[in-house]
Each structure stands twice: as structure tokens, then as C-alpha cells.
């Protein structure tokens, strides 16, 4: 099929197919989706908390693992100076030592700081799935054992 015959087939299909999608599924006004966001649903997004707490968790243990990383990296350097005096590497060594310290600080505080707004968010939505979870019990399905 030549360029401009593929061209002609998708502006016939454009213009016979004016039907829009809409993410929650729900026509809006017309029957074809609604392109504000609009079309009946609630607007919000829904996820469970699992994910989340995972998250949180992760976090947590970042910054566990960041002072450990401090001391360590600290104790590493313990005695250096005396062991290398003289040496221009020791200047080197000494502003490693302090970038990683303030790098892994930064790190530390910023996972302190997801850490509970990680879990939180987790206990939001655990909230909205739960109600949702509540209001789907009033669904009656023929052919299931509820429905039945």
C-alpha cells in the first residue's frame, strides 16, 4: 500500500471513529469519554498500601544502613592522617571522606523524611480500598456462590 493510500485509509477511520477513551472507563457526555477528565468518575486514583509500606520500609532501612556506612567509612579513615603525613594524597583522602559523609547524611535525612509520609500514604489508600472493598460485598453476581 503506497504512503498516500495509508494516509487516505486513517483519515476515513478518524473520521468515522470519533469515540474517545477515557481512563475509568465511563462515557461522559454524548457517550464518548469526556476529554476534561470529567465522564462520573470520582477523579482519584485508587492503589493498595502494599507498595507503599514496602516503600516506607525500604526507607527505614536506608537510613539505617547510611549511619552504619558513616561509621564505618569514619573508621576506615581512622589513623590515615598520621600514616600518611607528608603525602598530598592525605588532602585527597581528607575531602572524600568529607564529601561521603555529607552525601550519605543527605541520603539519611532525606529517607528520614519519606519514611513516614511513605506510610502514611499506605494507610490512605488501605482506607479507600477498604470502603471500596465494603461496597463491592453489595454486588450480587448470578453464578457465583454469593449470587447463587
Do not use: Y
Not at 600518611?84 to 585527597?92: D, Q
Not at 532525606?110 to 494507610?123: N, T
Not at 477498604?130 to 457465583?144: F, L, M
Amino acid at each position: 500500500m503506497a504512503w498516500d493510500e495509508w494516509e487516505q485509509v486513517k483519515a476515513q477511520v478518524a473520521e468515522r471513529h470519533t469515540a474517545r477513551l477515557q481512563l475509568n472507563g465511563l462515557p461522559g457526555e454524548g457517550g464518548h469519554a469526556d476529554p476534561s477528565g470529567g465522564g462520573g468518575g470520582a477523579g482519584t486514583l485508587r492503589h493498595k498500601g502494599g507498595p507503599w509500606t514496602k516503600a516506607a520500609g525500604t526507607a527505614d532501612g536506608l537510613q539505617t544502613s547510611t549511619i552504619t556506612a558513616k561509621v564505618d567509612l569514619r573508621k576506615a579513615h581512622d589513623g590515615i592522617s598520621s600514616g600518611l603525613a607528608g603525602l598530598s594524597s592525605l588532602g585527597s583522602l581528607k575531602s572524600v571522606l568529607t564529601s561521603w559523609d555529607e552525601r550519605l547524611g543527605r541520603v539519611r535525612e532525606e529517607c528520614s523524611s519519606l519514611e513516614p509520609k511513605l506510610r502514611q500514604v499506605a494507610v490512605d489508600f488501605a482506607e479507600v480500598d477498604a470502603g471500596v472493598a465494603e461496597r463491592t460485598k453489595a454486588v450480587v453476581v448470578p453464578g457465583t456462590r454469593r449470587g447463587e
